[in-house]
């Protein structure tokens, strides 16, 4: 015998939320409450755009979800809490604007990923961009580099041994990237310095903010 009838199965699956939103494991419910309980975040996300209140909403569950008393009673805690953190999402005046993205990022338990800190040259620049960029800041990259060995380590064998051992001889800095640009990136070509390119933002991130800054 089927625990919930036709109807019943209706009622619920427009007003309760979401397996992927609980806390409960999945394995603890039965497979009739797994299938009823799809689709109600969007029930939610309704509501609140239409300004019904967070009151409302939680009215309107608890009431609804009377029909699975027993299963409600049992897992009342992990409900509640999960239509606490849906709500105060879709509540949230901070977030109004990337609500589609909450979503998506409760149902998948995504981290949150800081699209900030990727800049448009990380996403865009070609190679013949960033070996531009090596030429036309050569006087600069010369003159600032601090980790010149660790950048000539990470080309691998783009660098001959001849030419590393040249540069690990050198005393300074400065002398290891002027090195580095005669015996290896003026004849290197794009490939060369698109490498040198990214070897640089990997070692020398604040250096490269400021001079793409620059540009």
Request: net charge positive.
């Amino acid at each position: 015998m089927a625990l919930f009838s036709p109807e019943s199965k209706k009622q619920v699956r427009n007003c309760l939320p979401p397996l992927e939103v609980c806390t409960v494991r999945r394995e603890s419910l039965s497979t009739e409450w797994h299938e009823v309980g799809r689709g109600a975040f969007g029930r939610v996300y309704k509501a609140r755009h239409k300004h019904w209140g967070i009151d409302v909403a939680v009215k309107v569950l608890k009431e609804n979800a009377r029909i699975t008393e027993r299963l409600w009673s049992r897992h009342i805690g992990d409900i509640e809490c999960a239509i606490e953190k849906v709500l105060t999402i879709l509540d949230s005046t901070k977030q109004q604007e990337a609500c589609k993205f909450n979503y998506v990022a409760v149902q998948n338990s995504v981290a949150e990923v800081e699209l900030d800190s990727l800049t448009v040259s990380d996403k865009t620049m070609t190679r013949n961009e960033k070996a531009k960029f090596v030429d036309q800041n050569r006087p600069a990259l010369i003159q600032r580099v601090s980790h010149a060995l660790a950048i000539a380590e990470e080309l691998g064998d783009m660098v001959h041994n001849e030419t590393y051992s040249l540069i690990q001889a050198k005393e300074k800095n400065q002398d290891k990237v002027r090195e580095l640009y005669s015996s290896t990136l003026r004849s290197g070509g794009e490939k060369v310095k698109a490498a040198f390119y990214d070897a640089l933002k990997k070692h020398e991130p604040s250096l490269m903010q400021d001079l793409e800054k620059r540009n």
